[in-house]
């Protein structure tokens, strides 16, 4: 799988950091498939974050992506771009996400993580049919 759903969430689009995310992630040598700037709906986030439903932390997360638009993207590189995407992005906690990494770099806060990186292959190939059917 050389493709990837690589989401930049409402706090980077609030914050005006999808150029440097997008930068960072053409720079490192990947490509841009497909890429919007919508609001994810109740629906579609439930279905992206099905896995963490009943946990404490879910309906501060669907508030969260649903309060205003990200920027969903598609990227290509080689078999399994969404590793290379996962380091460059940081540990989900930014407080361990060290300098040189999206969430080391600009996040501070759990929940406002700045991006989403399908976590393998499998997630990757539901994700993107998820947010770009027929891809
Ligand atoms: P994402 O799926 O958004 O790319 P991730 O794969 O690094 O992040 P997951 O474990 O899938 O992390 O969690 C999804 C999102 O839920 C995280 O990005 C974070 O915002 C939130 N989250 C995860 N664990 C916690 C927690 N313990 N407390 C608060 N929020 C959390
Ligand atoms: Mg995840």
Known sequence: MRRTLVIAKPDAVERRLV???????????LRLVAAELRMIGAETAAAHYAEHEGKAFYSDLISFITRSPSF???????????????????????????PGT??????????????????????????????????
């Open 19 to 29: 150029g440097e995310i997008v930068r960072r992630l053409e720079q490192k040598g």
């Open 72 to 98: 969903v993207m598609v990227v290509e590189g080689p078999e399994d771009t969404w590793k290379i995407v996962r380091a460059m992005m940081g540990p989900t906690d930014p407080a361990e996400a060290p």
């Open 102 to 135: 999206i969430r080391g770099d600009f996040g501070t806060e759990m929940t406002e993580n700045l991006v989403h990186g399908s976590d393998g292959a499998e997630a990757a190939t539901r994700e993107i049919s998820l947010f770009f059917p027929g891809l």
